[in-house]
């Protein structure tokens, strides 16, 4: 999501605020002689519904408290600027570890810890300068589809369940997996994600302390031509190969061997499918960055509702029943961190389908640091890297373009 242009008249900023909450609009969140606090998320129908049960459960273990749900369906990160501009933010807001840099000086100080989640990483990366800004509640690790049916086709053994392929083991699966022409080839591998490839190669967009753009070094090279090399060997396809398509429609239809890009949130589509016969298994290497949900409390909450908001991330991020509620059925919002709740996602589909990877590669997930004007600074990046090089719709050398990029992404880091 991309960060926004503030909007100056003050009657445009609450309506914008407000403007998709499928509750009534939240109050200022420094009211403090009240102990209800309002709570803004984002996501799709399904993911709604699991933050608004965590709410409804919180209410029910705290009688008398009440939680207004303000449900942004759209541009969540520009209204959620623009409510705080205005002094008309919720009191507490969901937010990404990926994207809190640029939201820190707005929330107040948590107190985590670390002891109660299932690895490190998890707290961690919702630490901006040291300190904590937002609770986890919940990871949104990747893991990697494979077609069951065409590897068996292939004579090829299935990846292990839990060891993950090297990326030269993975290239070779991936030729082996492909065959056909036009619109009835098979590609062996989906789409190859470049910043999910390269942090899989032991890469990273950028460096441990955010303070350079790394996607240019002699790794992100590397791995750029890793990306290039697969879809000129017609391994897996190019971006304009699947623009305006869906990759897991290709998978149900037979032409994925392995779909890469599989996340908490793909199982519902994925739960539709069982011709080809699929299974999960790790992302080769190792693997891809890991997204942390995370819960940030206005800076303006005070009083009884600061001692409300306080509660109510704790409650999220700790409780046992909160956490089953990121299932909603066979979606899920994301993998419950703690461990007395993470095989409740295991059990949303057979046992045979291995949901438990993404129990695994949430407790080996990697995670990138946060950076102010991530969107902007990357997304600049993005455009260069998609317009020019094979990685997107261009055809130039990516050893030529992606060093300049990766220099103008670091000097707008330094800005």
């Known amino acids: 999501m991309k960060l926004p242009n503030r909007l100056i008249p003050a009657v445009a900023a609450v309506l914008l605020a407000a403007g998709c909450a499928t509750s009534n609009p939240p109050a200022s969140s420094g009211s403090s002689d009240s102990a209800d606090i309002s709570f803004s998320f984002w996501g799709t129908n399904s993911e709604a519904a699991s933050l608004k049960a965590i709410a409804a459960a919180f209410e029910k273990a705290n009688p008398g408290t009440k939680v207004t749900t303000n449900w942004i369906q759209s541009d969540y990160e520009q209204k959620l600027q623009t409510s705080i501009a205005a002094g008309t933010q919720s009191t507490v807001m969901e937010i990404s570890n990926t994207s809190l840099a640029g939201f820190a000086p707005s929330f107040a100080e948590q ?37 069951v049916d065409a590897f ?42 470049f910043k999910g490839w390269l942090t899989a ?93 995370g819960l940030a409390i206005s800076k303006t909450a005070s009083g009884k509702q600061l001692e409300t908001a306080k509660k109510f991330v704790e409650f999220a991020s700790a409780n046992p029943d909160a ?57 600049d990046a993005d455009k260069g890297i998609t317009s020019y090089t094979p990685l997107g719709s261009g055809k130039d050398d990516v050893a030529k373009i992606l060093p300049g990029l990766n220099d103008k992404c670091t000097a707008a880091l330094k800005q």
């Open 323 to 379: 956490q089953s509620q990121l299932i909603q059925g066979n979606t899920a919002l994301g993998v419950p961190i703690i461990a007395e709740s993470t095989g409740t996602l295991e059990k949303v589909l057979p046992a045979e389908r291995n949901l438990a990877a993404f129990t695994t590669a949430m407790k080996t997930g990697l995670v990138s640091p946060s950076v102010p004007r991530e969107a902007q600074i990357s997304g």
């Open 152 to 193: 068996k086709a292939a004579g090829l053994p299935l990846p292990s369940a839990t060891t993950p392929l090297t990326l030269d083991e993975y290239q070779e699966i991936a030729a082996k997996l492909s065959h056909g022409e036009g619109k009835s080839r098979v590609y062996g591998a989906s789409n190859l994600w």
């Open 111 to 147: 107190q985590v810890d670390p002891g109660k989640f299932v690895q490190p990483n998890i707290s961690e990366s919702l630490k901006y300068d040291g300190k904590y800004y937002a609770m986890p509640f919940t990871a949104k690790p990747k893991v990697m589809a494979i077609n």
């Open 201 to 293: 190669a032991g890469g990273g967009f950028y460096n441990a302390d955010a303070t350079a753009c790394t996607f240019g070094d002699a790794q992100g090279l590397k791995t750029a031509q890793y990306v290039v090399d697969m879809q000129k060997n017609r391994s897996a396809p190019t971006s304009l190969d699947v623009q305006g398509q869906d990759q897991a429609q290709w998978f149900a239809a037979g032409r994925l061997g392995t779909f890469s890009d599989f996340g908490p949130w793909t199982i519902a589509d994925f739960a539709k499918i069982s011709k080809p016969d699929w299974t999960l298994v790790p992302v080769p290497g190792k693997g891809f960055p890991m997204e942390v949900g």
